[in-house]
């Protein structure tokens, strides 16, 4: 989920789908699997399954989407795993586990009632992710020959460690952590379909792709990075609960007026709790590997075939497409590199 920071947070640029041509981006890969479970889904909000009950609905976003995206945009992606959850996030993780319960048993009594508005809806908030599903998409992802990272714990710490190497250009995220984290930059909404459902409201509204750069953020807010942590710290994260009746744009007058967590009134200090600074050196300084191979490799597309059609009951006909692109996007790939070669050796 991340941290709330909308209200205080505008993006710098709306950048549309033609605005990241040719970009690289480290994607948080569970984020945008997550969306693709909750978007790619039947009337009723089933999920896709093959026919053996395996859900499939991420297979079918991360193969269509992302192949169109290098195809048609010149993109490139490194997909940036979470590793084990921190500690101080498995009351977080707890948490979203209830609301998807409750979500669940909603979902079926809407089912019930034959009120298939109200089924999809509760669908998208019960959606969940096991070790099947994350499997299956590390082999999708390596079948197509795109990096695969792993994170020590939070993948949008890694990326944003990836992007500050100048490694990638922003990090594809929509939660607010990446900023937290020090990501110089992140693009939101990296979706071809341009829309986003929102299960509160029961509607989709339209989105492009849009850039928030940490640099002009801090400027416009009139902070530091440091006192944004500590803003998000009052506002709750997922490693804290916040401060009850305290929002962004309050948590923010606060840090303005009194520099710090350290400095506030202690009617408010002692409701912040005792591990706000251990939060702050999670977000300031988070456990990156510093080692790692970010490697494009040619596509195995007789494996990828068989992963997709056979073990997982694509259609024959969308798989050779996803496969065309592909090696259209690896020829593309090789007389870059090529060109790189002989502009070195000139």
């Known amino acids: 989920m991340?941290?709330?920071?909308?209200?205080?947070?505008?993006?710098?640029?709306?950048?549309?789908?033609?605005?990241?041509?040719?970009?690289?981006?480290?994607?948080?890969?569970?984020?945008?699997?997550?969306?693709?479970?909750?978007?790619?889904?039947?009337?009723?909000?089933?999920?896709?399954?093959?026919?053996?009950?395996?859900?499939?609905?991420?297979?079918?976003?991360?193969?269509?989407?992302?192949?169109?995206?290098?195809?048609?945009?010149?993109?490139?992606?490194?997909?940036?795993?979470?590793?084990?959850?921190?500690?101080?996030?498995?009351?977080?993780?707890?948490?979203?586990?209830?609301?998807?319960?409750?979500?669940?048993?909603?979902?079926?009594?809407?089912?019930?009632?034959?009120?298939?508005?109200?089924?999809f809806s509760k669908a998208v908030?019960?959606?969940?992710?096991?070790?099947?599903?994350?499997?299956?998409?590390?082999?999708?992802?390596?079948?197509?020959?795109?990096?695969?990272?792993?994170?020590?714990?939070?993948?949008?710490?890694?990326?944003?460690?990836?992007?500050?190497?100048?490694?990638?250009?922003?990090?594809n995220t929509i939660d607010w952590d990446a900023l937290l984290y020090g990501a110089p930059r992140m693009v939101r909404y990296i979706t071809l379909t341009g829309s986003e459902w929102l299960p509160s409201r029961g509607v989709a509204r339209r989105l492009e792709p849009e850039l928030i750069v940490l640099e002009e953020v801090l400027r416009r807010l009139g902070i530091t990075r440091e006192q944004l942590v500590e803003v998000a710290i009052l506002v709750g994260t997922d490693y804290n609960q916040g401060v009850p009746g305290i929002g962004p744009r309050r948590a923010l007058k606060l840090i303005k007026r009194y520099g710090s967590i350290e400095n506030l009134p202690p009617s408010i200090r002692g409701k912040v709790g005792d591990e706000w600074v251990e939060v702050k050196e999670i977000f300031l300084n988070p456990p990156v590997h510093t080692e790692y191979r970010i490697t494009f490799s040619e596509p195995r597309y007789d494996e990828l075939y068989e992963f997709l059609v056979i073990e997982h009951d694509f259609s024959p006909k969308r798989v050779s497409m996803i496969i065309e692109r592909l090696r259209r996007i690896n020829e593309r790939r090789k007389q870059r590199r090529i060109l790189d070669y002989m502009g070195e050796g000139v």
């Open 2 to 119: 991340g941290v709330q920071l909308t209200p205080i947070i505008e993006p710098i640029k709306r950048l549309g789908l033609e605005g990241i041509r040719g970009r690289v981006f480290a994607v948080d890969a569970l984020n945008v699997i997550y969306q693709f479970l909750a978007l790619i889904r039947l009337h009723s909000g089933m999920p896709l399954t093959d026919k053996e009950g395996r859900v499939t609905s991420h297979l079918v976003g991360l193969s269509t989407r992302f192949t169109r995206l290098m195809y048609e945009y010149g993109c490139d992606f490194i997909f940036v795993f979470d590793g084990p959850p921190h500690p101080l996030k498995m009351r977080e993780i707890e948490r979203r586990r209830r609301i998807r319960e409750t979500a669940r048993a909603r979902w079926q009594e809407a089912l019930e009632k034959g009120d298939y508005r109200e089924a």
């Open 125 to 171: 908030s019960a959606t969940s992710v096991d070790d099947e599903v994350i499997a299956s998409a590390r082999r999708l992802l390596e079948l197509m020959g795109l990096p695969v990272i792993d994170a020590p714990h939070d993948a949008e710490a890694q990326a944003a460690y990836i992007v500050s190497r100048g490694e990638a250009w922003a990090v």
